[in-house]
């Protein structure tokens, strides 16, 4: 069973921040929280990962919660390109514990 | 390429025939995992291998399904006695030891006719 809960579907304007939410409230202490996102007919793409800290790199920012239960994946400045399924992923620290990936998020970036 | 390639892209096979798709990870990647995505799903885990050897089994659908890897690269995925239901995309992933992110291949696509 997945370990995070996302909403099914999201738009956003293209240009504008997409927020996309993901609740994760049996996080265990040493679980992180990772995206990524599946663009159709490609393979999964990593986009970001996270302990306690937000978290930013050239593609997107982390934001969690201080109580670690949930996190936001917010993309700056969306665009035609974004449109995708977003994965939120928990997962320990060790090599060799498959990610379980949930039904994720349909972000739909709109003109 | 530095990427994970994925052979075939596209295989179409007879119902009952055997196929063979093949992983190649980043070069220095220890571990590998296949996954599976049927028609508008979500992905579901097949294997894991650490090296060469592999911990975590217990995805695999049935005892038509075998993965192996040789030299702590390559891996074959073999379905033998294909079945319709096995259509899906296989996807490979490779990553380095510890909590670092997982980087797919694209996937081959599989039909079962």
């Known amino acids: 069973d997945a370990k995070t809960t996302q909403p099914p579907s999201m738009d956003c304007a293209e240009g504008r921040a997409a927020n996309l939410p993901c609740n994760h409230s049996t996080i265990s202490g040493n679980e992180y929280v990772y995206w990524y996102r599946q663009i159709h007919s490609q393979g999964p793409q990593y986009i970001i990962h996270?302990?306690?800290n937000n978290e930013t790199n050239e593609m997107a920012s982390l934001i969690i919660t201080e109580d670690r239960k949930s996190s936001t994946l917010i993309l700056p400045h969306a665009t035609l390109r974004d449109t995708a399924v977003y994965y939120c992923i928990v997962n320990y620290y060790n090599a060799g514990n498959m990610l379980t990936f949930g039904g994720g998020t349909r972000l739909m970036v709109k003109p | 390429g530095a990427g994970v390639s994925q052979s075939p892209s596209n295989k179409v096979t007879e119902k009952g025939k055997d196929v063979e798709l093949r992983c190649d990870p980043i070069?220095?990647?220890?571990?590998l995992y296949w996954y599976r995505q049927s028609l508008g799903q979500g992905l579901e885990f097949l294997i894991y291998?650490?090296?060469?050897?592999?911990?975590?089994k217990s995805g695999l659908p049935s005892d038509r399904f075998s993965a192996e890897r040789t030299g702590g690269s390559v891996s074959t995925l073999t379905i033998q006695r294909t079945q319709q239901e096995d259509s899906a995309v296989y996807l490979c992933?490779?990553?380095?030891?510890?909590?670092?992110?997982?980087?797919f291949g694209n996937g081959t696509r599989l039909t079962v006719t």
């Open positions: 992933a490779s990553s380095f030891l510890g909590n670092s992110p997982l980087h």
């Open positions: 996270g302990l306690k």
């Open positions: 291998f650490q090296g060469n050897s592999a911990p975590d």
């Open positions: 070069s220095g990647h220890t571990a």
